[in-house]
């Protein structure tokens, strides 16, 4: 498996997993986190836009995207932004998580060939209804290209 797909949960703070490979609500504390790098290639630009519907010239005209205050292509701030989703669905919590909300501030814009590294860290843990608080941070070359904070519904250990 290439390993700027694979997410990997920060060795110092791993909660325990589940058979799904992620983790139940009990498992999970403030602090945990998770981590995945992936390079935005052409590729991902063009299925983004081919799911989405969005095929803005800014993603795809270099002459058009030249004349924009970004001077040249960028990619699409939700594809930077799913990085989360995909964090958030397959581990931390992972497997069985529901997503409630999402807030996002996109402070810098990604470009084909950057690498974005995006990292979600548990900053509350609500026992009574099994949701997760997490602070969403995305960084291209140490600088915060998208943050925000989710709201996820975790899975509680079976009876």
Request: glycine share 8%; hydrophobic share 40%; net charge neutral.
């Amino acid at each position: 498996m290439n390993p700027q797909l694979t997410p990997q949960l920060t060795p110092q703070k791993t909660p325990q997993k589940n058979p799904q490979g992620g983790c139940y609500f009990e498992d999970i504390a403030v602090g945990d986190e998770a981590v995945q790098r992936r390079t935005v290639t052409e590729a991902d630009i063009l299925a983004f836009a081919a799911a989405s519907g969005d095929f803005n010239p800014v993603h795809f005209d270099e002459e058009f995207a030249s004349s924009t205050p970004f001077a040249g292509r960028i990619a699409h701030g939700m594809l930077s932004a799913s990085h989360f989703s995909a964090l958030l669905g397959m581990r931390l919590p992972g497997p069985g998580a529901i997503y409630l909300s999402q807030s996002l501030a996109f402070r810098r814009p990604v470009r084909i060939g950057d690498t974005v590294s995006a990292r979600v860290r548990v900053t509350a843990v609500d026992e009574a209804r099994a949701r997760v608080t997490l602070a969403c941070v995305a960084e291209v070359s140490g600088k915060t290209v998208i943050d925000g904070e989710a709201v996820v519904m975790a899975p509680r250990k079976p009876a």
